[in-house]
């Protein structure tokens, strides 16, 4: 019996550790920097920084050879989310291909009750370009002088509003499952079409031309159609789902001469899974 107990007890502690060293895991990964620090944290840092800090991950291929051309990919999570969980899909990819991921957490929605959905959308892109010019001006590394961008769902939303309006500043976008997009072929106010685009955009217009350059993939689960899970605003504009939206902006940056493809992923519904992950790859390495 008491050498049962001790069984038990011993189990009980392995099993402990183990769960603690998982949880411990991403807090003693010394790759993934706060993106505003410009070095590698302290392990004190590590423990202690909030875990919707902007965070940057930089692999070991980087850091052996900061010499050769890196890449920075940015990565957007959906309402509420975390964009490490999200980044850590793309660690592999980073490792093999060089590409510094760029991690933030952003508040999407209105900070307060005097913040419109519009300003809160301009302040976040604000901030994205603050994070990515801080990034691009370290001489570490010799970055690409374009980066890659992917977002889900409030994401994939933020992140191709940054290309319409930084197209010169991105190379390829991987827009996942958003639910409402600006249409750039439409001249209703912004953000459901491009109407009013310069007041939202520092009084930069909207440059169609420079934004046939990006490549440009748009991907929806095909089992994420209801109707309900998205806001009516945009039905006229863009449909009432988001693959009817999906497939509609697509349409219509092919229109402008944009090199954009539209993707379903038979069985998924609302989440970001595995084969979109390798979509994005395959658009950001050209293939």
């Not at 994420?224 to 509609?248: F, H, I």
Request: glycine content about 8%; charged content about 20%; cysteine-free.
């Amino acid at each position: 019996m008491r050498r049962a107990l001790v069984v038990l007890l011993g189990l009980a502690l392995g099993l402990g550790i183990g769960s603690a060293a998982f949880l411990l895991a991403p807090r003693l990964d010394a790759r993934w920097q706060t993106a505003t620090a410009g070095r590698e944290p302290s392990l004190a840092e590590r423990f202690t920084r909030s875990e919707r800090a902007p965070l940057l991950f930089v692999p070991d291929s980087v850091t052996r050879d900061p010499a050769s051309p890196v890449t920075l990919v940015v990565v957007l999570p959906g309402l509420g989310g975390i964009g490490r969980d999200m980044a850590q899909d793309f660690v592999a990819a980073a490792e093999a291909d060089r590409w510094l991921l760029l991690a933030p957490s952003p508040d999407y929605d209105p900070r307060s009750a005097d913040e419109t959905l519009q300003e809160a959308d301009l302040r976040v892109d604000n901030e994205l370009v603050a994070l990515i010019d801080q990034i691009m001006s370290r001489p570490s590394w010799h970055l690409s002088a374009q980066i890659d961008i992917t977002g889900f769902s409030r994401g994939a939303q933020q992140a191709h509003r940054f290309v319409l309006r930084h197209p010169e500043r991105v190379a390829a976008l991987a827009s996942f499952s958003a639910g409402t997009y600006t249409m750039p072929t439409s001249l209703q106010p912004y953000p459901l079409g491009i109407g009013g685009f310069a007041q939202w955009n520092h009084l930069h217009p909207f440059d169609p031309v420079t934004l046939e350059r990006v490549r440009v993939l748009i991907g929806v689960g095909a089992a994420d159609g209801n109707p309900a899970d998205v806001v009516r605003a945009w039905d006229a504009v863009g449909g009432t789902t988001r693959l009817e939206r999906g497939s509609r902006f697509a349409q219509a940056l092919v229109q402008l001469h944009v090199s954009a493809r539209f993707q379903t992923y038979p069985g998924v519904g609302h989440s970001f899974v595995p084969a979109m992950r390798d979509d994005a790859i395959a658009l950001f390495l050209g293939s």
